[in-house]
């Protein structure tokens, strides 16, 4: 199974921050790597597809990079909104593995 | 719009078996993979499988082979996921999701349907 790992675990920041998150994977996934913002009580959501591809509706403050083993999610300006926990998924092969997550706090 | 509606809340003693429906709608259901995905309390998402409504094949994580079982019915656009077996692990949180390509990201998800094991 491909291990996902993901850094920080937790991370506080205040509105207007910049914020980076970042994942890696256990072996090379080419650029099968999405992104997912989950809230308490709500269904994830996509953010990110193909490493950097914005899914559609969400906000271009929202940017994804990296191809290999190595992606980050960059958060341009935190925004009151985006405090929740993000995940990094690979889907470069089965089983389809997540990371552990990042739980981004106001600080 | 696209959306995927589950069926309600599930409380299961050990050993019980539990089935979780999904139903689709917005979108031709058979050309939409469908994965299951859960997640305990406290804890992250964990991947249980996928189904291919077109054609009905499915395949799962080695983590539930054999306790778990993925169907469609194309008549109602309905996804169900039955776990058997039941523990106390198996407490958590089951989203079904929906992806265009497989592989491809889960672009539309459930609600999500809380099931509790508990004697």
């Known amino acids: 199974d491909i291990q996902m790992t993901q850094s920080p675990s937790s991370l506080s920041a205040s509105v207007g921050d910049r914020v980076t998150i970042t994942c890696r994977a256990s072996?090379?996934?080419?650029?099968?790597l999405n992104w997912y913002q989950h809230k308490p009580g709500k269904a994830p959501k996509l953010l990110i597809y193909a490493a950097s591809s914005l899914q559609s509706g969400v906000p271009s403050r929202f940017s994804g990079s990296g191809s290999g083993t190595d992606f980050t999610l960059t958060i341009s300006s935190l925004q009151p909104e985006d405090f929740a926990t993000y995940y990094c998924q690979q889907i470069y092969s089965t089983p389809i593995t997540f990371g552990q997550g990042t739980r981004l706090e106001i600080k | 719009q696209v959306q995927l509606v589950q069926s309600g809340a599930e409380v299961k003693k050990p050993g019980a078996s539990v089935k979780v429906s999904c139903k689709a709608s917005?979108?031709?259901?058979?050309?939409?993979?469908m994965h299951w995905v859960r997640q305990a309390p406290g804890q992250g998402l964990e991947w249980m499988g996928i189904i291919y409504p077109g054609g009905g094949s499915s395949s799962y994580t080695q983590n539930f082979q054999g306790r778990v079982t993925v169907t469609r019915d194309t008549s109602t656009s309905t996804v169900h996921m039955e776990l058997n077996r039941l523990r106390s692990e198996d407490t958590a949180v089951y989203y079904c999701?929906?992806?265009?390509?497989?592989?491809?990201?889960?672009?539309?998800w459930g609600q999500g349907t809380m099931v509790t094991v508990s004697s």
């Open positions: 917005g979108y031709t259901f058979t050309n939409y993979y």
């Open positions: 072996q090379g996934i080419s650029s099968y």
């Open positions: 999701a929906c992806a265009l390509a497989y592989p491809g990201p889960f672009d539309i």
